[in-house]
DNA sequence: GATAATCCTTCCAGTTGCTGGAAGGTCAAG
DNA sequence: CTTGACCTTCCAGCAACTGGAAGGATTATC
């Protein structure tokens, strides 16, 4: 499929698809006329590359984390050490996103009479602020 | 107390925090000797912008967030439809980043036998797959 | 078959969000 | 009173896109 079709199942912009394979995270096919050709799996890793980026993991992480799939060569042992790591920072984030979430919600709730509490930002963050 | 203090409590680094002042985020006092001078406020302030950008929103969804604290003049029934957007922002990342952790646990429970299975990125992403 | 619209290509410049380093002022400890 | 660890501003560079120009390919319409 094109660029178009790959950057609409995925979600990611044809300019960050092509800027993506420029860096050597995803090279993709080319057809017989000089366009790039993906295939439903790249199209996977390209969905999995937006999301990780979305959800704050850095363009090295991600290439760290499509490489735990895609490198034949590499020692399962080092797979599963790696991935251990990252879904301790995946949890982390989890619990980080709730706090958020509840911080929200705590506003919400308190805007009803139009009367909205003077810090709640101090509240919210107060359980895990002087963190290193 | 001054930025390394601050940024020590919050986890920004100072470039970081004088940055933020630069662009409007947050402005700091200023002692006698030019120094900035935070307080506590401030350090829950740059807290959740260390917490909300690492979380992958981007400085102006901060910025955002952060003014439905600060700015008085706000209507509360505008206040509230924003966290409720947030809100349901927040519960698609926390599902997303559910989703990633089973992606690697469900790598690491196979990498025992150093059998490491073809392609879970497909098994693991093909849910939510061709999304807009 | 010509033409127009809509793709695709590369390349280069601009934006966002930091990050490092230089040059210099301030402050607490010995 | 000097040494070292702070702080200041300014300017340059990097990461990760993003927009636009210039031009070729494909598809749709006349």
Redesign the pocket.
């Known amino acids: 499929m ?4 790959a950057s609409e199942k995925s979600g990611l ?4 698809i ?2 993506y394979e420029e860096i050597g995270l995803l090279k993709a096919d080319r057809a ?5 050709d993906y295939s439903m799996t790249d199209v996977h890793r390209l969905r999995f590359l937006q999301r990780s ?1 979305s959800l704050g993991f ?3 992480e991600c290439r760290q984390l499509l490489s735990l799939y895609g490198d034949k060569k590499r020692e399962s042992a080092d797979v599963k050490a790696i991935a251990q790591i990252k879904v301790a920072e995946i949890d982390r984030k989890i619990a980080e996103l709730a706090s958020l979430r509840d911080m929200l919600s705590h506003l919400i709730d308190h805007c009803n009479g139009d009367e909205r509490p003077d810090c709640p930002i101090i509240d919210g963050l107060a359980g895990s602020a002087t963190v290193q």
């Open positions: 094109n660029i178009g079709t912009p044809p300019k960050t092509r800027y017989g006329n000089g366009y790039r980026r850095s363009v090295e």
